[in-house]
């Protein structure tokens, strides 16, 4: 339970620290952005507030899902509809904090009064987005058994899908994101170990293709995209040295200091931005916390003070941290005046409490 919290918190932290109130998500230089913080006095004089340091989008869209999450459905297609009822009902509200575009664009093509369809948007090859990513790992907790998978697939990829449908490809960053960040939030609860998580994943994307395939949506345009996520994810684990079975030392470059990691970050997003695609977003955050440890400040200097979109990177981060390592270490400046804290902790216990009692449930 107590992991659970930290794990809604966190990712809120993380959110709150790298959006900066936006000033920070998007600016293209982490040697910047670490030289504004070194200004503040560092990581260890911040103050997280509501006023000065709100979560963005992407916070207020895992809270949202969350809620659906544990809402009182019967089937997944009932889940599906109350995730479009809050998407659509939240939309409105999101404006001021900055949105990934395709997160608000895929909110405005759902339709609460199609009980059949409602969930059916159109395939997406304009929209850019990291937002199928950061709403997903309360998915990974609340589907976190490995018995659960099937679940965990389907559930990740019809969110996801609900606001970035694209698989990945060089346009928009879609919901293998999704699929991406709820598996590895599930692998934390269930302590696998962490050098592992990208090798699973791979083997998990094949499950997803399958399931797309049954649902005859779209998939003569996934085909043509589907790979790059694959070959992305496939060229990091081996520029780490941990691609194959047995492979549990990450290396990592002797020099990975800010200016270092901005390079490395825009190599592997598709345009240049560290964190803007569904594939990066998760990629940044797992090599932070392969890096880091239980070094929550390190983490810091990873995934939420780098050149890109920080908050987004930040918040994927947070969250898994939390569910790895808890609330240890973390000063309570950095969450007591947290924006939505209460929601963020009833929820946590509200997931856990879902988790533990939940069946496992079929298509209708």
């Given at each position: 339970m107590e992991h659970y919290k930290a794990a809604m918190v966190l990712g809120g932290v993380g959110d709150a620290l790298g959006y900066r109130n936006s000033r920070w998500e998007n600016c293209p230089s982490g040697v910047v952005i670490q030289a504004e913080l070194k200004a503040l006095g560092g990581l260890e004089s911040i103050i997280l507030t509501e006023d000065n340091w709100p979560v963005s989008d992407d916070t207020v869209m895992h809270i949202v899902t969350a809620e659906a999450l544990v809402s009182d459905f019967w089937c997944l297609e009932d889940l599906y509809r109350e995730m479009v009822k809050v998407y659509v009902d939240v939309v409105e509200k999101i404006h001021k904090r900055r949105p990934d575009p395709a997160t608000v664009e895929g909110c405005?093509?759902?339709?609460?009064?199609?009980?059949i369809l409602g969930w059916h948007t159109p395939f997406n090859v304009k929209g850019s987005g990291f937002g199928a990513a950061t709403k997903a790992m309360c998915i990974g907790m609340r589907y976190c058994q490995p018995e659960k998978l099937d679940n965990l697939v389907q559930v990740s990829i019809e969110s996801g899908r609900m606001t970035h449908n694209h698989p990945t490809g060089k346009h928009p960053a879609g919901f293998l994101g999704s699929l991406c960040t709820a598996l590895f939030a599930s692998y934390a609860v269930q302590r696998k170990p962490m050098v592992e998580w990208g090798r699973?994943?791979?083997?998990?994307?094949?499950?997803?293709?399958?399931?797309?395939r049954k649902t005859i949506r779209h998939m003569s345009e996934y085909q043509e995209n589907w790979f790059y996520f694959e070959t992305k994810w496939q060229s990091y684990l081996e520029q780490r040295g941990i691609a194959q079975e047995g492979q549990n030392t990450p290396t990592f470059p002797k020099n990975y200091d800010a200016e270092k990691r901005d390079q490395v970050y825009k190599e592997w997003s598709s345009e240049g931005v560290g964190g803007r695609r569904g594939?990066?977003?998760?990629m940044i955050a797992y090599d932070a916390l392969l890096f880091a440890g239980g070094d929550w400040t390190e983490l810091c200097n990873h995934a939420m003070f780098h050149g890109g979109e920080s908050g987004a990177t930040g918040s994927i981060a947070g969250c898994l941290y939390g569910l790895l390592y808890g609330m240890t270490n973390i000063p309570k400046r950095l969450y007591e005046n947290l924006e939505f804290r209460e929601?963020?902790?009833e929820l946590a216990e509200e997931l856990h409490k879902a988790a533990i009692g939940s069946k496992t449930l079929g298509q209708v």
């Open positions: 405005t093509q759902l339709k609460p009064d199609n009980y699973g994943m791979l083997k998990v994307v094949g499950m997803a293709e399958a399931y797309c594939h990066d977003a998760p929601r963020l902790e």
